[in-house]
Antibody, heavy 122, light 107 residues
Framework: QVTLRESGPALVRPSQTLTLTCTVSGFSLTARGMGVTWVRQPPGKALEWLALLHSDGEVYYNTPLGTRLTVSRDTSKSQVLLTLTNVDPDDTATYYC??????????????WGQGALVTVSS | DIPLPQSPSSLAASVGDKVTITCRTSQSVVNYLNWYQHKMGKAPKLLIRAASILQSGVPSRFTGGGSGTYFTLTIDNLQPEDSATYYCQPTYTSPYSFGQGTKLEIK
């Protein structure tokens, strides 16, 4: 059974660093063609794709976030980490991680965590 | 990051109706496009992958079509539980950004 679970702080102060953890089970982070992605949804806004970590370790980022965003993994713990530096209130959102396999060249997000609401406020 | 345009941005329909949502990309993405359903307070759900492949467990009244730069999601025989926001997502190349969303209300 494939599951993903986000964990991390619910409240972060402006200019601080947000770190979220996605713990996965039911699949391997290093399986060929597999990936894990991060998506967020600010209140009242559309889904925003943030980054995707491939099984080979390569990470693709949504460039508007610039160098503030880093995604990494700890394969021994089956975890994918999202680190967002210098947060501001615009980073307030529900953050989701999802499994991102590739089949016949097409990447899709088939299993999702329940999401973690993060509020940036002083 | 400017969301991909979807049409319409919102619509209201009745139970039993048929609705179609469209998504246009600026350049060809072949068939590398997915559709998701998102209900408030829940995780997004994959409906269609690779433009027309129905994801396992999704009712057959959901149909995806199109290729290149024009794609459609059609929902036949609308049910109350179809009330949600629907997103397209091309994944031909990074960034794998979502469409702006189409909010569907069941009257």
């Amino acid at each position: 059974q494939v599951t993903l679970r986000e964990s991390g702080p619910a409240l972060v102060r402006p200019s601080q660093t947000l770190t979220l953890t996605c713990t996965v089970s039911g699949f391997s982070l290093t399986a060929r063609g597999m990936g894990v992605t991060w998506v967020r949804q600010p209140p009242g806004k559309a889904l925003e794709w943030l980054a995707l970590l491939h099984s080979d370790g390569e990470v693709y980022y949504n460039t508007p976030l610039g160098t503030r965003l880093t995604v990494s993994r700890d394969t021994s713990k089956s975890q994918v980490l999202l680190t967002l530096t210098n947060v501001d209130p615009d980073d307030t959102a529900t953050y989701y991680c999802a499994r991102a396999p590739m089949f016949a060249g097409v990447i899709f997000f088939d299993y999702w965590g329940q999401g973690a609401l993060v509020t940036v406020s002083s | 990051d400017i969301p991909l345009p979807q049409s319409p941005s919102s619509l209201a329909a009745s139970v039993g109706d048929k609705v179609t949502i469209t998504c246009r990309t600026s350049q060809s993405v072949v068939n590398y496009l997915n559709w998701y359903q998102h209900k408030m307070g829940k995780a997004p759900k994959l409906l269609i992958r690779a433009a027309s492949i129905l994801q396992s467990g999704v009712p057959s009244r959901f149909t995806g079509g199109g290729s290149g730069t024009y794609f459609t999601l059609t929902i036949d025989n609308l049910q109350p539980e179809d009330s949600a926001t629907y997103y397209c997502q091309p994944t031909y190349t990074s960034p794998y950004s979502f469409g702006q969303g189409t909010k569907l209300e069941i009257k």
